[in-house]
């Protein structure tokens, strides 16, 4: 009698505090609502490039959009936790050839679905499985998962006589395309921004900061780690099976390309990962920049990502967001010591 009113005492209590923690995540700051109304404006505005771009700018901005939302979605993971990633390229990857492998036999929203899925259950299976180690050694591995997914699927190929690669033809035009992919950083974006506001998201930042001080508060830290890290993944996932009718043909060597998990990451970076908008910040000029880059240079790239890596490191460790709050912190005691000496010398008097 008594274990069962002490569990239906527990049950109504856990759905309060539940219903509590949800309208709270639900009450939105003056200053949340400004930075969500701006970003709204910002997002309406990026909407219309279609309607007045065409043929190179388009193109340019397809690119920002798309890597927005791969920075975004790899900063969700990789900021709070501090954990590098270099798997981007793995799901990226498997979103790709789900849409290249089902083109012909499923529509493409549902391949898009499938790819979700495919790309959640192995992120599930590698979280589970690396997410106990940590530092240099995740990210080796995770820098090795991509190469071992492209080999394995090479072997597929081989093996079914396919070798040469997939042609993905889906009727859309560049104007869809692009409005897809805005959509798929905008989903990210608000993602993103509820689970920083939620449990998991301070819960995440303690693991960051200390993960033992995070164990010994009664987090669960694995179970923390491989849940955003597969809706990290799943994202990656989603927009492989986006990006793969912009190609129209994919291989192995295109869809799990380490380029590709590296620029991302350079991007994250050079932004900073601290804050939500910091990708963005980084992903618009290092876009324009490699494009420069890539028509100029073309076979330098891979040694010009690694000199932009070394010194985004090594001179802006907190990228451009981390610059900006400095100089505003700068500002403010500036402000602050010439208030104070103002009124030392009487000026706050009558």
């Not at 890596?309 to 402000?335: A, C, K, N, Q, T």
Request: glycine letters at 10%; one cysteine or more; proline letters at 3%.
């Amino acid at each position: 009698m008594s274990n069962a009113d002490t569990h239906g005492d527990t049950k109504p209590t856990a759905f309060a505090q539940a219903m509590l923690d949800l309208r709270e995540s639900a009450v939105l700051s003056g200053t949340e609502k400004r930075n969500l109304a701006i970003c709204a404006i910002v997002a309406a505005l990026w909407a219309l490039l279609p309607l007045f771009s065409t043929g190179y700018i388009l193109s340019l901005g397809i690119s920002i959009t798309i890597f927005a939302g791969l920075a975004t979605s790899w900063t969700l993971f990789s900021g709070p936790t501090n954990y590098i990633s270099l798997a981007t390229a793995a799901f990226f990857g498997i979103g790709m050839y789900t849409v290249a492998g089902g083109v012909n036999l499923l529509p493409y929203p549902v391949l898009i679905l499938i790819a979700a899925v495919a790309g959640a259950l192995f992120a599930a299976l590698i979280g589970l499985a690396t997410l106990r180690i940590s530092g240099v050694y995740f990210v080796i591995f995770s820098l090795g998962l991509a190469e071992l997914v492209r080999q394995v699927v090479s072997w597929g190929q081989h093996v079914m006589g396919t070798s040469s690669g997939l042609y993905v033809l889906v009727d859309r035009s560049d104007s869809v395309f692009f409005w897809q992919l805005l959509v798929f950083t905008l989903v990210v974006f608000l993602v993103s921004w509820w689970i920083g506001r939620s449990r998991l998201g301070f819960a995440l930042r303690i693991i960051g900061n200390d993960e033992v001080v995070a164990v010994h508060c009664g987090i669960n830290t694995a179970r923390a780690k491989v849940t955003l890290f597969i809706i990290s993944s799943t994202f990656a996932a989603i927009a492989g099976a986006l990006v793969a009718p912009r190609w129209s043909y994919v291989e192995p060597t295109l869809a799990f390309s380490p380029f590709l998990s590296f620029q991302v990451v350079i991007m994250s970076l050079l932004g900073g990962v601290h804050r939500l908008w910091g990708p963005l910040v980084g992903v618009i000029p290092f876009t324009i920049m490699w494009e420069f880059i890539s028509a100029k240079f073309p076979s330098q790239t891979t040694l010009l990502l690694g000199v932009a890596f070394l010194l985004i490191v090594y001179f802006i460790p907190h990228g451009f967001v981390g610059l900006i709050e400095d100089f505003s912190r700068r500002r403010s005691g500036i402000w602050a010591a010439l208030r104070s000496k103002w009124q030392a010398k009487g000026g706050g008097h009558e």
